[in-house]
């Protein structure tokens, strides 16, 4: 229809998308001082971070259905709200069990937002500009976690970590007025009634939240122990009767045909493998500066911006890089640079300078910028365009699932390495140097071996037509 806000549809779009992001990043510079309040141990801090993604992913298979069954209007609207309450709640929590319980609040709406944009966008946008649409979106997805660190450290420093929760609400309170005045043509949708497939859906809720759950526990209890191997063979069958249910059902939560598409488990390896050693990373990240190296929260923060920067300034050129050239090679340096920045992470010490530590920011940034924006390119154009929603959920889950996992592997290494050195006499500030030094070697490594199914990524993004589907006039 031509009395669309198209622009205004878009920035609706972005500040949800926007607001959820920041809050995937900004909370881990403020997790020292959660631990030291909460009087908690780093495996213990981690949940702040590993049950917002878990239940973020566990969410993110039922937008497909959702949007079908309540229109995208009733469910960006109150994926927005959700997201807001949640942030509320978090805000006013009194200790570890309530702010873990308002984060699954604040996932669950978190957790529709970004495929739900894209299906706006393609729902709103027609063919042509499409693409030039999304590429704002993209921009706009990734503002949120690189912004996210330093507003963070200027925040928990100067009025407290809860005042990281209340940004959200102004900005939520504004994105749902906006939402009433601009998406007002979503509600003209056509809804179906498609089935639900609560068996596909139940099975794979148990596989994610056990396998989480055996691997953080593994650490106090030992990965032998059979509380572990019990939780983790349930995972197991969980996944294997997920496998069984999803290929004889019409309309199942996840499509596995689509990993039958060589190039696309080419790039969803990386994806999953890219997210571990990167979210695992991060978590490690506010420790070393804070604990290690002396900083403050707001000095903590400031210091991650050039990573924020670089990031953003390359994103542009690496995507028209994909267009023309394929995204294989320039993926390839980008895993290199995040490899070598883990390096330069391991080296640094309470001796090291602040050059050093922006040196080290900004390859990493260089990395993250020369590998984000062609990934998800070669991932979306790997598909034909009827699958593009299902694709981008499906990696969108991926990457969920893989920095939570990534999250509390490094928890485990990371404490399991401070208790030895502790035991051989080390003081309590050299073990917990050596902890973080092995948990950025081991993201390093992961980040190596992922260059492996980034070898065999698509060298040219074929870009797959099937015609005019707008389906708002012009």
């Known amino acids: 229809m031509r009395d669309v806000n198209r622009t205004g549809v878009l920035i609706v779009i972005i500040m949800g998308t926007i607001m959820a992001g920041i809050d995937s990043s900004i909370v881990n510079i403020s997790l020292p001082v959660m631990s030291r309040q909460f009087n908690c141990t780093l495996d213990e801090i981690e949940w702040v971070i590993t049950v917002y993604m878990l239940s973020f992913s566990v969410l993110m298979p039922l937008t497909n259905w959702l949007k079908n069954r309540v229109g995208f209007f009733n469910l960006y609207l109150g994926a927005i709200i959700l997201f807001t309450i949640g942030s509320l709640l978090c805000a006013l929590s009194k200790d570890l069990p309530s702010l873990l319980a308002a984060r699954v609040i604040q996932a669950l709406g978190g957790g529709a937002m970004a ?7 393609s729902y709103i946008f027609p063919s042509r500009v499409r693409g030039s649409v999304l590429g704002w979106w993209g921009l706009g997805n990734l503002v949120g976690p690189a912004i996210g660190p330093t507003l963070g450290g200027i925040l ?47 099975t ?18 030992g990965i032998m122990s059979p509380q572990i191997l019990f939780t983790l ?9 997920f496998i069984i249910i999803d290929r004889r059902v019409k309309t199942p939560i996840i499509d596995l045909g689509l990993f039958s598409n060589y190039a696309f488990v080419s790039c969803i390896l990386v994806t999953i493998s890219r997210a571990a050693a990167l979210f695992g990373g991060l978590f490690l990240m506010p420790f070393l500066l804070q604990e290690q190296m002396g900083y403050s929260e707001g000095m903590s923060g400031l210091l991650i911006l050039p990573n924020s920067v670089f990031m953003a300034a390359l994103m542009p050129f690496a995507g028209k890089w994909s267009d023309k050239h394929g995204s294989r090679e320039i993926s390839l340096a980008g895993i290199l640079l995040l490899a070598l920045s883990m390096f330069l992470f391991a080296r640094l010490d309470k001796g090291s300078g602040m050059n050093e530590v922006i040196i080290t920011m ?15 390119s070669a991932t979306l154009s790997s598909v034909s365009p009827p699958e ?17 996992l990534g999250i509390a592997m490094l ?18 500030m050299q073990a917990h140097h050596f902890a973080l030094k092995q948990g950025f070697h081991i993201s390093m490594v ?22 005019e589907d707008a389906h708002i006039d012009t």
């Open 388 to 404: 593009v929603t299902m694709a981008s959920s499906i990696s969108t889950l991926m990457q969920q699932v893989g920095g939570a």
């Open 446 to 467: 992961i980040l190596l071996i992922t260059l492996i199914p980034a070898w065999f990524m698509p060298r040219r993004n074929v870009v797959r037509t099937a015609g």
């Open 233 to 241: 063979a349930i995972a197991f069958m969980a996944l294997i009767a």
């Open 411 to 428: 928890a485990i290494i990371t404490q399991g390495t401070y208790n030895k050195h502790i035991l051989e006499g080390f003081s309590n």
């Open 115 to 121: 495929p739900t944009s894209m299906a706006i966008i």
């Open 156 to 202: 928990t420093e100067k009025f407290g970590w809860p005042s990281i929760f209340y940004i959200n609400l102004p900005i939520g309170i504004l994105t749902v007025y906006m939402a009433f005045k601009y998406l007002g043509i979503l509600r003209k949708q056509p809804r179906i009634k498609l089935p639900f497939d609560l068996a596909g859906f139940s």
């Open 362 to 376: 900004t390859i990493r940034g260089l990395g993250m910028g020369l590998l984000l924006a062609p990934l998800n």
């Open 204 to 221: 794979l809720t148990i596989f994610l939240v056990c396998l989480q759950y055996g691997i953080a526990k593994a650490e106090r209890v």
